[in-house]
C-alpha cells in the first residue's frame, strides 16, 4: 500500500494566519492527490483534487502544489470556519489511502 | 444536485454479516465509479473498495476475502456487504462518488457488539 504521511498532526493558529500542511507519499502518485476537510461529527468535504484543482465552490483562499511527492496544502488567510481536520489522499493506486490528518484549531 | 444517503443497521453482533445500501438521489448512477470509506479512532479513513455503474469492482486487499460491493441500477443505489465482523469493524460508514470522492454521504454509524 501507498503510505501517507502529513505533518504535523495538529497546529495552532489564529484567524488570518496563513497555514501550511504537507503531505507526503512513499512512491509516486501521479498527482492524484485530493485534500479534504472534516468537522466534527460531518463526512469529509473534497477541497482540492489533481494537486491543485479548486473543488467547485471551494474559497480560493484553499490552494495545493507538489514537489516530487511531497504535497502542499495552503490556507492563505484562516477563517473561522476553517478549523477543522484536514487530509490527503492518494487515488492512483489500489488501494486508495488517506493521511492520518492534521487538526487546525484556534490558538 | 447528487445526494447521497446510507442506511442500514446500527448494532451489529460479532461474527454476523453487515448489510448498507447507499441511495443516489438527484443524479444517475450511471457513468460513475462510486467508494464505500470507512471511519473508526483507531484506524483514521479507510477505503474499503469501489465499483464502476457496469459493475467492475476493486476492493482494499485488507477487506478483499470479506467484502462486497455491488450497484443496482434501477434502483439508482450501491450496496456494501462485509462478513464475519469484529469489533475491528465498528466504524461511521460513508459512500461517496467517483475516484475523486467529490459527493459523500452523511455517513452511518455501524457498531460491532454482542
Known amino acids: 500500500d501507498i503510505q501517507m504521511t502529513q505533518s504535523p498532526s495538529s497546529l495552532s493558529a489564529s484567524v488570518g494566519d496563513r497555514v501550511t500542511i504537507t503531505c507526503q507519499a512513499s512512491?509516486?502518485?501521479?498527482?492524484?492527490l485530493n485534500w479534504f476537510q472534516q468537522k466534527p461529527g460531518k463526512a469529509p468535504k473534497l477541497l482540492i483534487y489533481?494537486?491543485?484543482n479548486l473543488e467547485t465552490g471551494v474559497p480560493s483562499r484553499f490552494s495545493g502544489s507538489v514537489s516530487g511527492t511531497h504535497f502542499t496544502f495552503t490556507i492563505s488567510s484562516l477563517q473561522p470556519e476553517d478549523f477543522a481536520t484536514y487530509y490527503c489522499q492518494q487515488y492512483d493506486t489500489v488501494p486508495f489511502t488517506f493521511g492520518p490528518g492534521t487538526t487546525v484549531d484556534i490558538k | 444536485q447528487v445526494q447521497l444517503q446510507e442506511s442500514g443497521p446500527g448494532l451489529v453482533k460479532p461474527s454476523e454479516t453487515l448489510s448498507l445500501t447507499c441511495a443516489v438521489s438527484?443524479?444517475?448512477?450511471?457513468?460513475?465509479?462510486w467508494s464505500w470509506i470507512r471511519q473508526s479512532p483507531g484506524k483514521g479513513l479507510e477505503w474499503i473498495g469501489h465499483?464502476?455503474?457496469?459493475?467492475?469492482?476493486e476492493y482494499n486487499p485488507s477487506l478483499k476475502s470479506r467484502v462486497i460491493i455491488s450497484v443496482d441500477r434501477s434502483k439508482n443505489q450501491l450496496s456494501l456487504r462485509l462478513t464475519s465482523l469484529t469489533s475491528a469493524d465498528t466504524a461511521v460508514y460513508y459512500c461517496?462518488?467517483?475516484?475523486?470522492?467529490?459527493?459523500w454521504g452523511p455517513g452511518t454509524t455501524v457498531t460491532v457488539s454482542s
Open positions: 512512491q509516486g502518485i501521479n498527482n492524484y
Open positions: 438527484g443524479g444517475s448512477i450511471n457513468s460513475y465509479y
Open positions: 489533481d494537486v491543485s
Open positions: 461517496a462518488r467517483q475516484q475523486q470522492l467529490d459527493v
Open positions: 465499483i464502476y455503474f457496469t459493475g467492475t469492482t
